[in-house]
Structures are given as C-alpha cells and as structure tokens.
C-alpha cells in the first residue's frame, strides 16, 4: 500500500490507523503548499486533488477519508478497527463522519482557506469567526458523545482516527478543547502508532 498525504493534514488519521495496523506500506507526500496536487503527476493518480489518497496493493486507488478508514478497518478485522457490535459500528461511522464532513470540512476549511468561502478579501474575517463557532460547536457535540469513554465507543476506533487529527488541530489554531477531548487528544498522543504517525511527518 501507498499512501499519498502532506504532513499534519487530515490525512495523519490513516496514516496512524496504517501504523495500527502494522502491515507494510509506502508513504508519498504531496507538497499542498506548493500546488502539487493540482499538477499533473498527481493529477494522474487522483483527479480529485486531495489528500488522503491510498494506493491498494491491487493498484487500485482508495479516496475519501471514511472510505478509506472503512476499508482499512473492514480488510484487518484482527486490528479491531470497528466494535463487532453494529449498533457501535453506526455511532463510530457518525463520529468520523462529524469529524470529517462538519468540524474539519464546515468549521476548520473557513478557518484555514476562508477566501474559499468570501468572495470578496474584506470578508475574510467573518468567515473566519464563523469557522470557529462551527469548530467549537462540533467540540461540544463530540465531547457530550464522548462522554466518560476513553474512546470515541468505548474502544479504539476508527472515528478516534478521526477526532484526533481535529483535535489536534485545535492547537494550530489556538482554540481551546473541552476537558474530556483534551484528555481523549494526550491518550491519543500516548499510543505508539501515533508517535509514530508524527515522528514521521516530521511532527513529533
């Protein structure tokens, strides 16, 4: 396997569920800053212009980060990536989902590419603020669903893969965690294949 990424981006979460799972695989970055997902050498492997992107062995190409998590968990049941239970398999499928599609996707893009959202550069601010009240809302949200869990349903899961990597974001952009995401975020930092995940995107 293969996995195309940039460091410290949303893509950390499959790079860390990769590392629990222990098979092996390549990692390709993709220099975001610089455009390179817009040229054509990326282009030909995922027209989309994103990140994550995983190269299956097969040759085939996976995208999309739930996808993604969801094939990784499904193909390695020995890794426990998703509870056996289904109704626990549907709350970590929500989770991540919220994770992706409405903190990162609604609240943290306003935040990082606010131009994306305000045609005109005098807006900026606003949608800045906007992304922020979208984040913190979503920080609550997943605080009250997590609730006294160590993890997002009870067990490491792949929505922990998920609300890592947007809280970890939360320090980048100086906005404060409730306590039990603060401390769900240092149980995170404390596994190896996290450690691992950040020593190797030059992040640790």
Request: aromatic share 10%; hydrophobic share 45%; charged share 20%.
């Given at each position: 396997?293969?996995?195309?990424?940039?460091?410290?981006?949303?893509?950390?979460?499959?790079?860390?569920?990769?590392?629990?799972?222990?098979?092996?695989?390549?990692?390709?970055?993709?220099n975001l800053?610089?455009?390179?997902?817009?040229?054509?050498?990326?282009?030909?492997?995922n027209p989309?212009?994103?990140?994550?992107?995983?190269?299956?062995?097969d040759g085939?190409?996976?995208?999309?980060?739930?996808?993604?998590?969801?094939?990784?968990?499904?193909?390695?049941?020995?890794?426990?990536?998703?509870?056996?239970?289904?109704?626990?398999?549907?709350?970590?499928?929500?989770?991540?989902?919220?994770?992706?599609?409405?903190?990162?996707?609604?609240?943290?893009?306003?935040?990082?590419?606010?131009?994306?959202?305000?045609?005109?550069?005098?807006?900026?601010?606003?949608?800045?603020?906007?992304?922020?009240?979208?984040?913190?809302?979503?920080?609550?949200?997943?605080?009250?669903?997590?609730?006294?869990?160590?993890?997002?349903?009870?067990?490491?899961?792949?929505?922990?893969?998920?609300?890592?990597?947007?809280?970890?974001?939360?320090?980048?952009?100086?906005?404060?965690?409730?306590?039990?995401?603060?401390?769900?975020?240092?149980?995170?930092?404390?596994?190896?294949?996290?450690?691992?995940?950040?020593?190797?995107?030059?992040?640790?």
């Open positions: 396997m293969k996995l195309y990424y940039a460091p410290g981006v949303c893509s950390i979460g499959i790079h860390v569920l990769l590392e629990e799972i222990g098979k092996p695989y390549e990692l390709a970055a993709v800053r610089e455009g390179a997902q817009y040229q054509p050498e990326y282009l030909a492997v989309k212009s994103k990140v994550p992107a995983l190269l299956r062995d085939s190409l996976q995208t999309e980060y739930p996808a993604i998590a969801y094939w990784l968990a499904r193909t390695n049941p020995f890794c426990n990536l998703l509870p056996d239970n289904i109704d626990l398999q549907a709350r970590a499928l929500e989770i991540l989902d919220y994770c992706v599609a409405t903190v990162h996707m609604q609240g943290f893009t306003r935040i990082f590419r606010p131009g994306n959202f305000a045609p005109n550069a005098a807006d900026e601010d606003a949608v800045k603020a906007r992304g922020k009240e979208i984040v913190e809302k979503g920080f609550a949200t997943l605080e009250a669903a997590l609730g006294s869990k160590d993890y997002a349903v009870g067990s490491f899961s792949i929505a922990d893969s998920a609300m890592f990597y947007v809280e970890f974001w939360a320090g980048r952009v100086g906005i404060a965690l409730p306590p039990g995401l603060a401390a769900h975020l240092e149980r995170m930092k404390a596994r190896p294949s996290v450690q691992r995940a950040l020593q190797q995107e030059g992040l640790a």
